[in-house]
């Protein structure tokens, strides 16, 4: 009932910046919050930043100050603008929408280079 479609990433120098985008289409009126989680090889999947409809946010701690979600909710997209990035930050990040199910995108892949 809801797809996930993402783009922006790519390869990065480290101290640079990237925006990822995740356009949601379907039941979008059944989707509480949306959120980004990157998954490293031989790392668990991990929250990055969740944004609700009240546009409550919540960040992992390393990424406070340094990320930021937004939405907008004309275009039913979700945004993660990522300044200052790391080389820790390469993994690959997945949209998720949360409603009745869980949703997730194909994911994209962040790399960093030192």
């Known amino acids: 009932q809801v797809h996930l479609v993402e783009s922006g990433g790519g390869l990065v120098q480290a101290g640079g910046s990237l925006r990822l985008s995740c356009a949601a289409s379907g039941s979008i009126y059944r989707i509480n919050a949306m959120a980004w989680y990157r998954q490293a090889p031989g790392k668990q999947r991990e929250l990055v930043a969740r944004?609700?409809?009240?546009?409550?946010?919540n960040y992992a701690n390393s990424v406070k100050g340094r990320f930021t979600i937004s939405r907008d909710n004309a275009k039913n997209t979700v945004y993660l603008q990522m300044n200052s990035l790391k080389p820790d930050d390469t993994a690959v990040y997945y949209c998720?929408?949360?409603?009745?199910?869980?949703?997730w995108g194909q994911g994209t892949q962040v790399t960093v280079s030192s």
């Open positions: 944004i609700t409809t009240d546009s409550s946010t």
């Open positions: 998720n929408a949360e409603g009745v199910f869980t949703y």
